[in-house]
C-alpha cells in the first residue's frame, strides 16, 4: 500500500459509499436521506476549512430534496436514479437562489434566478445538492489558484493541487464531501484534476450534455460533466445530465445508451491505440510506468493495442490557447458593470466604469487570457493566427476521426505528472499551460475522453489514465476504464 503524507487529517479521505448502495439503503429504510445529507454537511464542516472546495452551501434546498426522497421511500414509490445521493456544483453553473460566482470578484453576490439544464436534471433524478464548488476564476486555470476565493488543496496532500479549473469538483469527491459533483472542461478541466485527485472525470462529447446555464469561457469548447468515486457511478450520474436539451443549440438529439451497463462488459476485442507523442519527452517516469501498467492490464483482458502516431499533436496548445482566448474574450465584454456584477465605486464616467470595474473585479489570469484573445482577433492578426488555429483544429479533428475508423479507443496519460506544489508554477504560465498538454487535443476535437485512476507515485501521488474516444462514444471509454478499474484496484489501495 501507497504511503500517504503524514499531515493529512484523520478521515479526510474516506471512501464514499456508492450510488447504488446509497438508493438501495433509502428503499430499504436502512438509511434517510435526510440523514445522509446531514453527514454530508458535517463532513464538510469538519473537513471543507483544510480544503476549500466548497464556496457556498445550499442546506435548506438540500434538506428539502431530501425530505422529498424520504417521503417517496416511505409509500414505497420507485426512486428516481439518483435518490438521495449528495452531489455539488461547480460554480461556474447557475443554480436558482445560490451564489454563483465563477470563482471571481467580478460576479461576487450574483444569485442567478435560474437552474442550468444540468442542475436541473440533477433535481429531476431526486440528487440532493450540497453547494457550490470552488474552481479557477471563470474555469482559467490547470491549479484551482486562480480562484477570487483562496486556492482548493488537493485531499491527498494538502501542500499540492487539486488540478484545475474544476479542482473543487474533483477534491470533493477525493474527501468524500459529495458523492458525485458536476465540473467543466475546457482544455482538460475535468480529466486534469481527476487524475491528480485519484477520482474519475468525464469529458462528455461535445453537445452531449447541455451548456444551458454554463457561465461560459470559451463556447465552442466547454462541456459539463460528473466527478465519481467510480467509473459505474460516473456512468450513472452522466445517464441523468446527457440528452437533448432545446434551451441548447449545440445539443445533440442522439439517444441515450445505457452507461451503466457498459461498465460491466469485459474489453476482449476492444482495439485500443496507443499514441507514440503522448509518452515522449516530459511525461514522469512513474506516471509513464503506471499508465504502462493499466494499458498491459487491458492487454491481458483480451484487448488489442496497437501504437499508433498523433503526429499534429505538438500544435495542440498553441492552437487551443488561441482559440480559448479569443472566445473568452468575447464572452467576457459582458462583464463590464452596466448590467450585473462588480460596479467600480471609484468610477466618475462611463469609460471609468468599464475600466475600472474590469480591472478591479478580474483577476490576473482571466486579463492575460482576455489580453491574448483580443489581441489573436484585433484586425492584421485575425487571419494571421485566430484564423489560422482553427484551420490546424479542423487537421486535429479529422486525424482523431481517421484514428477511429480503425479503433475502439486511445490511452494514454492525462497528464504529464502527478500533483506538483502550491505555487509551484504561479509564475510561469508557460509550464501551468503545458499541465494540459495530453487533454487539449480531445478538447479540440469535440470528442470524449476520461481520467479513471490507474496507480500511484512512490509518494502515494495519484495517477491517471486517460481513455478516449469517438464521437457519441461514452458507453466504450466507460468500458475500457472499468476494465482499468477492476485489473488496478489492488494496486490503488
Do not use: W
Not at 63 to 89: C, H, N, S, T, W
Not at 407 to 413: F, G, N, R, Y
Amino acid at each position: 500500500m501507497s504511503q500517504l503524507p503524514s499531515q493529512l487529517p484523520s478521515g479526510l479521505l474516506e471512501k464514499p459509499r456508492t450510488i447504488r448502495a446509497l438508493r438501495a439503503a433509502i428503499a430499504d429504510g436502512s438509511a434517510s436521506a435526510s440523514g445522509i445529507a446531514e453527514r454530508y454537511y458535517a463532513r464538510i464542516e469538519q473537513y471543507n476549512p483544510q480544503v476549500n472546495a466548497y464556496l457556498a452551501l445550499t442546506r435548506e434546498q438540500a434538506m428539502e430534496q431530501a425530505a422529498q426522497v424520504d417521503a417517496r421511500a416511505a409509500k414505497g414509490d420507485p426512486l428516481p436514479p439518483l435518490a438521495g445521493v449528495p452531489i455539488g456544483v461547480k460554480d461556474v453553473l447557475t443554480m436558482r437562489g445560490a451564489p454563483t460566482t465563477a470563482g471571481s470578484r467580478i460576479l461576487e453576490g450574483y444569485r442567478p434566478p435560474y437552474d442550468a439544464t444540468a442542475v436541473t436534471r440533477l433535481r429531476e433524478a431526486g440528487a440532493v445538492l450540497l453547494g457550490k464548488l470552488n474552481c479557477d476564476e471563470f474555469a482559467m486555470g490547470s491549479s484551482n489558484e486562480n480562484s477570487a476565493y483562496g486556492p482548493v488543496r488537493n485531499p491527498v496532500d494538502l501542500e499540492r493541487v487539486p488540478g484545475g479549473s474544476s479542482g473543487g469538483s474533483a477534491a470533493a469527491v477525493a474527501a468524500n464531501l459529495a458523492v458525485a459533483t458536476l465540473g467543466t472542461d475546457t482544455g482538460g478541466s475535468i480529466r486534469q484534476p481527476a487524475s491528480y485527485c485519484g477520482v474519475v472525470g468525464v469529458l462528455p462529447t461535445y453537445g452531449r450534455v447541455s451548456r444551458y446555464g454554463l457561465i461560459a469561457f470559451a463556447s465552442s469548447l466547454d462541456r459539463v460533466g460528473p466527478f465519481a468515486a467510480s467509473v459505474e457511478d460516473a456512468a450513472r450520474v452522466m445517464e441523468v445530465l446527457a440528452g437533448h436539451d432545446p434551451l441548447d443549440a449545440t445539443s445533440a438529439t442522439r439517444p441515450v445508451d445505457d452507461y451503466a451497463a457498459a461498465t460491466t462488459r469485459e474489453v476482449k476485442g476492444l482495439r485500443i491505440g496507443i499514441p507514440e507523442e503522448y509518452f515522449g519527452e516530459g511525461l514522469d517516469l512513474e506516471v509513464r510506468a503506471a499508465v504502462e501498467r493499466g494499458i498491459d492490464a487491458l492487454h491481458a483482458q483480451g484487448c488489442q493495442t496497437k501504437r499508433i502516431s498523433l503526429r499534429h499533436t505538438r500544435y495542440a496548445i498553441p492552437v487551443y490557447y488561441l482559440v480559448a482566448t479569443a472566445e473568452a474574450s468575447a464572452n467576457l465584454a459582458r462583464f463590464d458593470g452596466v448590467r450585473f456584477g462588480y460596479r467600480s465605486a471609484a468610477a466618475t464616467n462611463l469609460s471609468s466604469m468599464y475600466r475600472l470595474s474590469r480591472e478591479e473585479g478580474f483577476g490576473a489570469e482571466v486579463k492575460r487570457r482576455i489580453l491574448l484573445g483580443t489581441y489573436a482577433l484585433s484586425a492584421g492578426y485575425y487571419d494571421a493566427y485566430y484564423r489560422k488555429a482553427l484551420q490546424v483544429r479542423r487537421i486535429l479533428a479529422e486525424e482523431f476521426l481517421a484514428a477511429f475508423a480503425e479503433l475502439d479507443a486511445i490511452v494514454a496519460p492525462t497528464a504529464p505528472t502527478a500533483a506538483f506544489r502550491i505555487g509551484e508554477k504561479s509564475d510561469d504560465p508557460l509550464a501551468m499551460y503545458l499541465a494540459d498538454i495530453y487533454t487539449v487535443t480531445a478538447s479540440l476535437a469535440g470528442i470524449c475522453g476520461l481520467s479513471v485512476p490507474c496507480g500511484t507515485t512512490a509518494a502515494g501521488l495519484p495517477v491517471g489514465l486517460q481513455v478516449l474516444g469517438p464521437h457519441f462514444g461514452e458507453s466504450t471509454i466507460f468500458r475500457v476504464a472499468a476494465g482499468v478499474e477492476r485489473a488496478t484496484a489492488e494496486a490503488r489501495a
